[in-house]
């Protein structure tokens, strides 16, 4: 089965990241989208930890120590930027300032529920961060991850099973195999992987998914 790498993942995120919209990334895969942002786009990456204004990752040999996001990566800062205390980092998240946050996650429903803090599992070490204060403070929520676990089971569900980070709170799903827009009316695929079918596609999802419209499969 035809796959997006997460190279390709992060790019395409970042296509769907607008001028000037204020974006948090959050821990592990959603940071590679900030090395797909176009130089010429203004975006200004916030993260938790108390930064604005950060830049792709720093050139080997060239990382600052000092200089970190929310995931203990080292980042770089651009002309502008800015660090601060996490408490006023969390007023920004918490007050409706940041237009997109981009999250890892456990299970997405077919209603937009987020979970991704904890699994449920005895041995699992919950770590929930700032990603309750970003699913309900962000204008959007999009998140991105792989589409099915290690075990072949899918993280896209009709509903969610581990405990919710937030509710109804995301707007796009972007995965290894499609991208899925959270609609009234169910998810919406809106891009898929080449060479993969919508039957393909729902075989591997666990929630019910609306195909692509004629126009956008002539689009795609």
Same mark, same amino acid.
């Given at each position: 089965m035809s796959r997006y790498s997460r190279e390709q993942m992060a790019e395409r995120v970042a296509q769907d990241i607008p001028e000037g919209a204020y974006v948090n990334l959050g821990i592990g895969l959603p940071t590679k989208v900030a090395n797909f942002l176009p130089p010429e786009r203004e975006v200004f990456l916030h993260s938790e930890n108390g930064l604005l204004g950060m830049g792709p990752a720093p050139a080997p040999g060239e990382e600052d120590e000092d200089l970190i996001n929310a995931g203990k990566q080292? *980042?770089? $800062? $651009?002309?502008?930027? +800015?660090?601060?205390?996490? @408490?006023? %980092?969390?007023?920004?998240?918490?007050?409706?300032? $940041?237009?997109?946050?981009? $999250? /890892? @996650?456990?299970?997405? %429903?077919? +209603? /937009?529920?987020? @979970?991704?803090?904890?699994?449920? @599992?005895?041995d699992a070490i919950p770590a929930v961060g700032g990603a309750m204060d970003l699913a309900i403070g962000a204008k959007q929520v999009f998140v991105m991850m792989e589409h099915q676990t290690k075990t072949g089971e899918s993280k896209i569900v009709e509903q969610c099973t581990y405990p919710?980070?937030?509710?109804?709170? *995301? +707007?796009?799903?972007?995965t290894d195999l499609a991208v899925l827009d959270v609609t009234p009316q169910g998810l919406q695929v809106r891009e898929m992987a080449p060479g993969l079918t919508f039957k393909d596609l729902q075989a591997v999802t666990a929630a019910r998914l609306l195909p692509l419209s004629k126009e956008q499969g002539a689009q795609a």
């Open positions: 080292p *980042v770089t $800062l $651009l002309t502008g930027g +800015s660090y601060f205390h996490h @408490a006023d %980092s969390f007023a920004m998240m918490r007050g409706g300032h $940041l237009d997109i946050c981009v $999250l /890892g @996650a456990f299970q997405v %429903s077919g +209603s /937009g529920d987020l @979970a991704n803090w904890h699994t449920g @599992a005895p919710l980070t937030g509710i109804g709170c *995301v +707007s796009r799903i972007y």
